[in-house]
Structures are given as structure tokens and as C-alpha cells.
């Protein structure tokens, strides 16, 4: 029985090291499709931007034609344009916190404020990776770190419930016979 313990030990530390230590690698393709987003939405400003200029308008000038139209259709082009000028600055800035934080940081960072549609995309396309860089080494250690501390809650959790099932039978009828034991 003791042995069964260990070894399942074991398993949930070295199975803790391994997922965490693909935080940084995650983190690493998350900023890579940041990336993406970003060159895409700056496509698109700079289009609208170039438009705006060339009808001799700025981009609030622009942006306010859209609201100030009669259709319903243009005002919702100018309120989703607007959504993406909002979101490329928000990317923006996150890639430059990214991009300024160290790799051990990068994972808590884009867990503070994740962009949920780059982390589908990540999550569904995540291949993992072998974490030879320091950054993994120390997410490693997180996850063993975790992992020794679920084990060992999981091990007081079942001996707990081991002594709780050895006191009652002590306690109660005797298997054979019916009568209690003194």
C-alpha cells in the first residue's frame, strides 16, 4: 500500500512539472498570434485611414460620417471600426508589456488579461514543446511544487478517511457473530 502511494505521487508531481512547464511556450504562441492579430488590424486601419485621407478627411472626421448617417448598416461599420481600432490598441499595448516582461512572467501576464479569442485559437492549435529554456525549468518547478502539494493533501485526504473507516469498524459490530467487539 505504501508503495501504491509513492508511486502515485510520483505520477501527480511529474505529471504537474510537465503541464506546467509548457506555460512558457504557450505564452510564446499566444504572442506570436497576438502578433498576427495586430499585423491584420493594422491592415485595416491603415486602409481606412488611407480612405479617410484621401476624401480629405481625418480618421475622427471619418468615423463621424458613419455615425451621423441615416443608415442603420454605416453607423454599425463605423461602431465595428471603431471596436477595432479599441482592440488594436489593446492588443497593441499588451504585446509591448509581453514583449518587455522576462519569460518566466510572460504566463501570469497574459493570464491577468487574456484576450479570449487568441487564447481559443492558441489553446485549439497548441502543440507542445520540450521546455530546455530556463523559463520551463522554473515553470517545472511550479508544477512540481503543485503537484507535491495536491499529492500530499490527497494522501492526509485518504488517510483521513482510512482512520475514519478502521475507528468504526472498531467501534461497531464484529463481522462474524453479529456482537460487538470489547
Not at 6 to 24: G, M
Request: proline residues 4%.
Amino acid at each position: 500500500m505504501f508503495l501504491v502511494h509513492r508511486v502515485l505521487i510520483f505520477l501527480i508531481i511529474a505529471s504537474s512539472a510537465a503541464l506546467f512547464s509548457q506555460a512558457p511556450e504557450f505564452a510564446q504562441q499566444y504572442r506570436q498570434r497576438l502578433g498576427g492579430a495586430i499585423d491584420e488590424l493594422t491592415r485595416i486601419i491603415q486602409t481606412f485611414d488611407e480612405q479617410a485621407n484621401h476624401a480629405g478627411l481625418d480618421r475622427q472626421a471619418a468615423l463621424n460620417v458613419y455615425t451621423a448617417s441615416q443608415e442603420g448598416f454605416l453607423r454599425q461599420q463605423g461602431d465595428a471600426l471603431r471596436s477595432s481600432f479599441a482592440r488594436y490598441q489593446s492588443l497593441s499595448d499588451q504585446l509591448e508589456d509581453l514583449s518587455a516582461a522576462s519569460p518566466i512572467l510572460r504566463p501570469v501576464m497574459i493570464a491577468r488579461q487574456p484576450d479570449h479569442r487568441i487564447i481559443a485559437h492558441v489553446w485549439q492549435d497548441f502543440v507542445p514543446a520540450l521546455p530546455v529554456s530556463i523559463a520551463g525549468a522554473v515553470w517545472a518547478g511550479f508544477g512540481a511544487l503543485a503537484g507535491a502539494i495536491a499529492a500530499s493533501f490527497l494522501v492526509a485526504l485518504f488517510g483521513m478517511v482510512t482512520r475514519f473507516g478502521r475507528g468504526s469498524r472498531a467501534k461497531g459490530a464484529c463481522p462474524v457473530g453479529g456482537r460487538a467487539l470489547q
